[in-house]
């Protein structure tokens, strides 16, 4: 190369030969698609389509979601998914689908002119010396990915072998991959999981597979067990981010242990207290309670200390308790509580009562669920059980705002916020201020409640609860319905559903799928809406959820009345009934904040239809005029402005408008605006000041400088000054900013 520097050379390779001079392009998997949605549209699916068609083989579009798990299986190698889609004519998806645990004789050449999935593997491993064959084939024990740290625990090497150098010459032969999930996590390294079926077969011809195997539960347990402490005392996201990389594993270690037998249940237990925190997230309740069952069998018969009969009987109570909604559940927590007594463990005692007001909460028995959170806060405190302390208040906080009494439950939503933000708990921080959201909407004051809502969904992500970030997606879609934003609406409420989807969690996908129906019942959709409601009143009756029953009757008020079954008259005579009718000793109407949303865009959908629903006209020149969600405005002198994405200014200037609304002349002191525009953050008094002058200056500087007063006390839109909301946004949405 250096004698012909002109001369180019196109090197095709499975390893990175690192030559003077040389220019690498690393071709990775192919893109997979991220939802059915996207099958057709990514890599992957483009490439199984097209060799499916070429075999002339119909994909059922009605195995949509096992075409998924196949593409995700074969990790968008482009040889897998060719040899997969050959077979696809003789056994369809659902055959592919039931094969993928033996992928290696799936994934055969269909004809001697293409190499087999095995041959391929088999040239690379023969490449290899015995060094990086034996670190390989320990590798393969972990399923999924792993962290370095973890390797060097459980891989057992040859002596003279060094594990950091030999893991780094399989990465460069492209047989381990590195990939940083998380910039606060360490880099995780995993095996295709073609290779990992190979690589685990020499495992097991060299006889080491039940070593490794031992070590790796071994690491796996200690390792879990560490996490799942961690989130109880702090809630910590980085410690929830980690478990939720390894709950596999630990399930795999419960599995095995139960397959073992009673000899083996202290594991199992320990296994399952270890992934708890996180399996509602994955999880349905009823595989939770099977889980729960399955561990508590091994134990019949067998002694037990009182700490473990406790934990034994705490989690079997509260799962079995979440899915069927029984007395079997609160009688177990009530033996579990008797247990932690004897042990004499007051953060267990504590946790079991925090989690018998949960189970009686949900059954809508508030007396007793009061009691209980009452009797759990003493025994948390001082025991460095921050995290559960802070979720104690945000039940009262919520007991009280299903009592409508929205001054009591206030403090201990703010006291549970300023505990959670203390330790960094995002979720518990993010779980409450979405009940605050949601709060705020019922108070009257929507801009503030949206502000209190969007810092719930980062919060939540943060906290990778993927169930409760669809929930408060949920609460944003009501906000939009109530304003008239049916676009916005319709974004969020299925961005909620497909999160639901998702889980177990029947009562939050009802809802959703509820207020879909009311969405599409305004859009003059009624097929979609009946369908919908059909799905919800099914899930609904799965849960024995009485609630969720009378909020699909409110939404079939709202639907027969929009396609002409009810008069406006009749829907109204109507839409009161249902919300009299009597749920758990209390109406529909005082005992679910989700019919009182519900009611209120359902009135006044019936409102404007009973006064003929007039079209919108345009508003008075000189007017400032203010769009959906106030991220768009036209100033009086006809300059259109979008600043939706510019979060603090926006939501100042939402509260502003929001203040102009409810009196012209009323304004709004700086700390406030402040509050407003950065809900739930401490700052210094001097900063938060300096941050919030700069905001009314970039809104100044965009055409609201007439607009927007200084006055003793505070701040307002000029009360001479003509404003008119409407319910189109008024300029477009610009393109997003490079970073």
């Avoid at 000029?718 to 409407?726: N, Q």
């Amino acid at each position: 190369m250096d004698r012909r520097s002109k001369a180019q050379v196109l090197v095709t390779t499975r390893h990175k030969h690192r030559l003077p001079r040389e220019s690498m392009l690393e071709l990775g998997p192919l893109e997979l698609p991220e939802s059915v949605r996207a099958l057709a549209t990514s890599a992957a699916g483009s490439l199984f389509l097209a060799r499916a068609r070429e075999a002339r083989a119909a994909v059922d579009v009605r195995a949509n979601e096992r075409l998924l798990k196949v593409l995700v299986a074969l990790d968008g190698i482009p040889l897998a998914i060719e040899l997969a889609a050959a077979k696809d004519e003789i056994v369809g998806v659902s055959g592919l689908e039931s094969r993928l645990d033996a992928r290696l004789e799936l994934l055969t050449r269909p004809s001697a002119k293409r190499r087999s999935m095995r041959e391929a593997i088999a040239w690379s491993w023969d490449l290899l010396d015995p060094r990086e064959r034996a670190v390989l084939a320990g590798c393969a024990i972990f399923r999924g990915g792993f962290t370095f740290d973890a390797a060097e625990q459980v891989v057992q090497a040859p002596k003279d072998v060094e594990l950091l150098s030999t893991i780094g010459a399989l990465v460069e032969k492209s047989l381990i991959t590195v990939r940083q999930e998380d910039e606060a996590l360490p880099p995780r390294l995993s095996l295709f999981e073609t290779v990992r079926e190979f690589a685990l077969a020499e495992l097991t011809r060299s006889g080491g597979l039940d070593d490794a195997r031992a070590r790796h539960d071994a690491y796996a347990l200690e390792r879990g067990t560490a996490l799942s402490t961690q989130i109880e005392r702090t809630g910590s996201p980085s410690a929830r981010r980690e478990l939720a990389q390894e709950i596999d594993k630990l399930l795999d270690v419960h599995q095995r242990a139960l397959a073992a037998g009673a000899e083996e249940r202290e594991r199992a237990l320990d296994a399952l207290l270890a992934a708890d925190p996180l399996l509602s997230v994955r999880s349905p309740p009823e595989e939770i309670a099977a889980l729960w069952k399955d561990t508590a069998a091994l134990f019949e018969g067998k002694r037990q200390s009182p700490a473990r009969r406790a934990q034994l009987y705490a989690g079997l109570g509260f799962a079995i308790a979440g899915a069927h909604r029984d007395k079997d559940g609160t009688a177990l927590l009530e033996r579990a509580l008797v247990a932690a007594r004897r042990a004499e463990d007051p953060s267990l005692e504590g946790r079991i009562h925090l989690d018998l007001g949960l189970v009686a909460h949900r059954r809508r028995d508030l007396a007793r669920a009061k009691k209980a959170y009452l009797l759990a806060l003493p025994l948390l405190e001082g025991h460095g059980r921050i995290s559960l302390e802070s979720r104690a208040h945000v039940n009262l906080g919520a007991l009280w705002h299903d009592e409508r009494d929205f001054v009591q439950a206030r403090p201990h939503y703010e006291r549970a916020i300023a505990m959670a933000a203390s330790i960094g708990d995002r979720r518990t921080e993010g779980i409450t201020l979405t009940n605050l959201g949601v709060m705020t909407a019922e108070e009257g004051d929507d801009y503030r409640a949206e502000s209190q809502l969007r810092l719930a969904l980062e919060l939540l992500r943060d906290a990778t609860d993927a169930r409760l970030e669809a929930i408060t997606w949920g609460s944003l879609g009501v906000l939009s319905l109530e304003r008239g934003d049916l676009a916005r609406a319709r974004k969020e409420l299925q961005t909620a559903e497909d999160g639901l989807a998702k889980t177990g969690d029947l009562h939050s996908l009802g809802i959703a799928r509820a207020r879909l129906a009311v969405l599409a019942a305004l859009e003059a959709n009624e097929a979609e809406a009946q369908r919908l409601l059909s799905a919800a009143r099914s899930a609904f009756l799965i849960a024995h959820d009485d609630i969720g029953v009378g909020l699909v009757e409110l939404a079939f008020v709202l639907c027969d009345t929009t396609n002409g079954r009810l008069t406006p008259e009749q829907g109204t005579k109507r839409l009161r009934l249902a919300l009299a009718r009597e749920v758990h000793g209390r109406s529909l109407h005082d005992a679910s904040d989700d019919a009182r949303g519900l009611a209120r865009i359902a009135e006044r959908a019936l409102s404007r239809l009973e006064a003929g629903a007039a079209p919108e006209i345009d508003p008075p020149s000189g007017a400032l005029v203010v769009g959906p969600h106030a991220e768009t405005f036209r100033t009086p002198d006809g300059v259109s402005k979008y600043i939706g994405d510019h979060d603090a200014a926006h939501r100042i200037f939402c509260r502003l408008v929001d203040e102009r609304t409810k009196d012209p002349r009323s304004c709004l002191p700086l700390d406030v605006l402040i509050e407003a525009g950065w809900p739930g953050q401490s700052l210094q008094p001097l900063a938060a000041a300096n941050r919030a002058y700069v905001a009314l200056a970039f809104l100044r500087k965009n055409g609201l400088s007439a607009a927007i007063a200084r006055v003793p006390g505070g701040y307002l839109i000029d009360p001479a000054l003509p404003v008119v909301r409407v319910s189109r946004p008024l300029a477009p949405r610009p393109p997003a900013r490079k970073r």
